[in-house]
């Protein structure tokens, strides 16, 4: 028997060509995602190294976006996303690395890159606007990426991705974070933190 896809009623094929669509864009704003491998459960070093990172300054990453105040100064204040590089391009400063700073550091290092005969003991203050997304996939009913924000953790990350499917395991999730080759196995908890960037996979349990 053959099938004719042009028979399908047209919402069916929208709805998975979004769905598809949904993916592949998850795939490609993920640099690691075609080779997140399964490196197996995470170990207590790597669970509490996650927990450090979600209680400490976060460290900033490309594609987030940051406030520069520079005060008495309007035309040198700004938003400014943080390239794939790790940059920002400050008028007056420069190309300045951003990534892998908290905003501490990048306060007390601006004043540094403009200059004493550019600006006389400049105040600066820097504030993150826009976390990196995180993303969810598997057995959750709407995968993607969605925005970040402080205090997360796996349970408020599936609810926020519509709560898992009937086929999804009820006690394990994989976390791929930042600069990770592969994904970790986490307990699905909420003592689990979700960090900005992180790719999270929810799979099905066994039958």
């Known amino acids: 028997m053959q099938f004719d896809l042009r028979s399908k009623p047209a919402g ?6 979004l769905a598809a669509s949904i993916l592949f864009a998850v795939c490609l704003q993920v640099s690691a995602c075609a080779g997140g491998a399964d490196l197996g459960p995470a170990t207590p070093e790597q669970r509490q190294a996650a927990i450090a ?4 300054p976060p460290r900033l990453q490309p594609g987030e976006k940051i406030r520069i105040t520079v005060y008495g100064e309007a035309s040198l204040s700004g938003d400014y996303q943080i390239d794939p ?3 920002i391009s400050v008028p007056l400063a ?16 601006l004043p ?10 400049p105040k600066i203050s820097v504030s993150l606007v826009e976390f990196r997304p ?10 993607g990426a969605y925005p970040y924000s402080g205090g997360l953790n796996v349970m408020s990350a599936l609810a926020i991705a519509g709560g898992p499917t009937y086929r999804a395991s009820r006690s394990r999730i994989l976390i791929q974070h930042p600069g990770e080759s592969g994904m970790h196995e986490y307990d699905l908890d909420p003592s689990v933190p979700v960090l900005p960037g992180d790719l999270l996979e929810l799979p099905r349990r066994y039958f």
Do not use: M, N
């Open 12 to 17: 069916l094929l929208s709805a998975r060509g």
């Open 53 to 56: 990172a979600a209680a400490a």
């Open 112 to 121: 540094q890159d403009f200059g004493s005969e550019i600006l006389k003991d």
């Open 85 to 87: 590089s790790g940059y």
């Open 94 to 109: 420069g190309t300045i690395k951003a990534a892998g700073k908290t905003q501490i550091d990048l306060e007390k290092e």
């Open 134 to 143: 995180f993303y969810i996939l598997g057995e959750v009913e709407r995968p």
